[in-house]
């Protein structure tokens, strides 16, 4: 594996997988259980954060009981799996994972998605052999990506963070390839909108394929 060659690391959930309308009747049915109103697709992207009670926190006014949260994130992974069937790769994707390997470059792939979870789903679109690695969450949920970011790093031969760029489509994103020493950008048609992505100060694409091209740009 060439060390002058861009790495991408590349996001699952709301990035390659487009899931976002799943997320939000999780969320929703999540949020009845504790007497919250629903939350719309708009405020939800204006208001997501992760670590997640953080985000709980901005509708509730305070963080929730560890109680609270077990329970929330009990009814959330169950309501997200049941919507989950009807969810597809984000527009393009596939071409652009071909495409990446094709031209001699690698790629990664990981998530805070359960890794028991993440591998089956991604092996089921046929595209887990575009990626060299492919890492999901082993503990607990909630949390942000920053360390697995530096071990996923840590674990790929020849890949140098400066010459690594992260697509996703969350601020921790890009906070986490910052603690990494890697460069990164933000995709606006997921979890957060392009208004609230724009705090990470790193370049936002509203399509893949210009997350791609600014992937290329930056290592340059």
């Known amino acids: 594996m060439g060390t002058h060659e861009t790495h991408i690391i590349w996001d699952w959930n709301g990035t390659l997988y487009h899931d976002i309308d799943a997320v939000i009747a999780a969320t929703n049915a999540a949020f009845a259980e504790i007497g919250l109103e629903a939350i ?49 790769l984000a527009a393009g994707a596939e071409a652009l994972l071909e495409r990446w390997q094709t031209t001699g470059r690698t790629q990664s792939l990981l998530s805070l998605y359960g890794h028991e979870d993440l591998v089956p789903l991604v092996r089921g679109f046929g595209i887990e052999s575009r990626f060299v690695r492919v890492q999901g969450r082993t503990g607990p949920s909630g949390g942000g990506k920053a360390e697995d970011m530096v071990r996923h790093l840590a674990t790929l031969d020849g890949v140098q963070a400066g010459r690594t760029v992260v697509i996703g489509d969350a601020v921790d994103d890009a906070l986490a390839a910052q603690h990494a020493g890697a460069h990164a950008v933000l995709y606006s048609g997921g979890s957060h909108s392009r208004a609230s992505l724009a705090v990470a100060g790193v370049p936002i694409a509203d399509t893949l394929a210009e997350a791609v091209e600014l992937a290329e740009t930056l290592t340059a």
């Open 40 to 88: 719309t697709l708009d405020r939800y992207r204006e208001l997501y954060c992760v670590p997640v009670p953080r985000f709980y926190e901005r509708l509730m006014g305070r963080l929730p009981t560890p109680d609270e949260w077990a329970h929330m994130d009990v009814i959330f992974q169950r309501q997200y799996a049941l919507q989950q069937a009807a969810c597809q």
